[in-house]
């Protein structure tokens, strides 16, 4: 576990497993600023299924790496627990990425020459309280690819081993950058299944940014961003399953 420093002046319910307050972010190209985060607070709970809804270019994306410990902002603090990212060391942070949170992408970064079950012993090595590669990609149903190369496993299938490495070392949280963007509809819904499975089976706190509408009515809440603030907060009182999904 990390030792982050505490945020005492920061009491929080014990289910919520991101508390985000006052978050900036200011990128400077050249002479001109880049504002890509103005003023976000928001709280993710414990295995609660949020979507983070934008156009290109609203932040979303700034907003997950920093909730992931890839970045951090210009002014604000993010909350993990009791501990404040935003005071943390780089060997803090990489311990935090290492054993807290799982990543998934919107392009699959498999090792070529590996298997898929040697993709994510990788990752398993690593980790703290690993479960089993086997078990990982039984869960997002493709436990007869083990020993598939991914140049083997088609684009949905190589996209699921991702999703298999990144819960393998057992993470709290499950951060998706677009993780159906280079799918095509029915490819995209089989993905979904995978992560609405490891939310649901795991009790994951996971968040998944897109820019495709017709994945938000599969969260419990769905975060609209616009031109890096929040514009509105949904609560899905009734959620659609993936195969119910169109887009």
Request: glycine letters at 8%; a negative charge.
């Amino acid at each position: 576990m990390i030792e982050l420093q505490k945020a005492t002046d920061h009491p929080l319910d014990e289910n919520v497993v991101f508390h985000v307050h006052g978050v900036t972010k200011i990128y400077q190209m050249g002479e001109v600023q880049v504002r890509a985060l103005r003023g976000i607070d928001l709280d993710l709970y414990k295995g609660e299924f949020t979507v983070l809804l934008g156009a290109s270019g609203s932040g979303k994306s700034t907003l997950l790496n920093i909730l992931g410990g890839l970045d951090s902002p210009t002014e604000g603090h993010v909350i993990y627990g009791d501990r404040d990212l935003t005071r943390a060391s780089e060997k803090e942070l990489t311990a935090y990425r290492r054993y807290h949170v799982g990543f998934v992408f919107q392009f699959y970064n498999l090792i070529p020459s590996l298997t898929a079950l040697e993709n994510i012993a990788v990752v398993t090595e690593i980790a703290q309280s690993p479960m089993q590669p086997e078990e990982a990609l039984r869960m997002v149903d493709l436990g007869d690819r083990l020993h598939h190369f991914p140049a083997q496993l088609s684009g949905g299938e190589q996209q699921r081993v991702a999703i298999a490495r990144a819960i393998a070392k057992n993470p709290d949280v499950l951060l998706c950058d677009e993780p159906t963007g280079a799918l095509d509809s029915k490819t995209g819904i089989v993905v979904l299944q995978a992560l609405q499975r490891v939310n649901q089976e795991l009790g994951t706190t996971t968040a998944v940014i897109t820019h495709n509408a017709g994945i938000a009515q599969m969260a419990d809440r769905v975060i609209h961003l616009a031109d890096g603030r929040i514009s509105q907060v949904d609560v899905n009182e009734t959620k659609l399953a993936p195969s119910q999904l169109s887009w």
